[in-house]
């Protein structure tokens, strides 16, 4: 069972900078897209970034010229550096995966989407 596991969040300053990590680990599997969502109280989740091998890096409008995302494929892990953070940047963030497993040796991979269990990034104001 492929899981995804986030860690680097916590409380920082408005202007400060913060690191979050999503590794994916268990059984056969390959990487099409993971970036990250996130959820602020009362509001819907929403797509922060994302990176894939075909399409690069993709960033929501509201954190363009301040996060960066970027994948290690040799450790199947993605890391999401996030600069002059704002209180509004506040939120649950998820990792999400798009991924080709293998359930059956012998027969072809299969696509799954797989989310991580969310971190909490504070910004203070």
């Known amino acids: 069972q492929v899981q995804l596991v986030e860690s680097g969040g916590g409380l920082v300053q408005a202007g400060g900078s913060l690191r979050l990590s999503c590794a994916a680990s268990?059984?056969?599997?390959?990487?099409?897209?993971i970036g990250w969502y996130r959820q602020a109280p009362g509001k819907q989740r929403e797509l922060v970034a994302g990176?894939?091998?075909?399409?690069?890096?993709y960033y929501g409008d509201s954190v363009k010229g301040r996060f960066s995302i970027s994948i290690d494929h040799s450790k199947n892990s993605a890391y999401l550096q996030m600069n002059s953070l704002k209180p509004e940047d506040t939120a649950v963030y998820y990792c999400?995966?798009?991924?080709?497993?293998?359930?059956?040796?012998?027969?072809?991979?299969?696509?799954?989407?797989?989310w991580g269990q969310g971190t909490l990034v504070t910004v203070s104001s």
């Open positions: 999400h995966a798009d991924l080709l497993v293998l359930a059956v040796p012998g027969e072809p991979y299969r696509p799954l989407e797989v």
């Open positions: 990176i894939s091998d075909s399409a690069g890096a």
């Open positions: 268990g059984g056969a599997f390959s990487i099409n897209t």
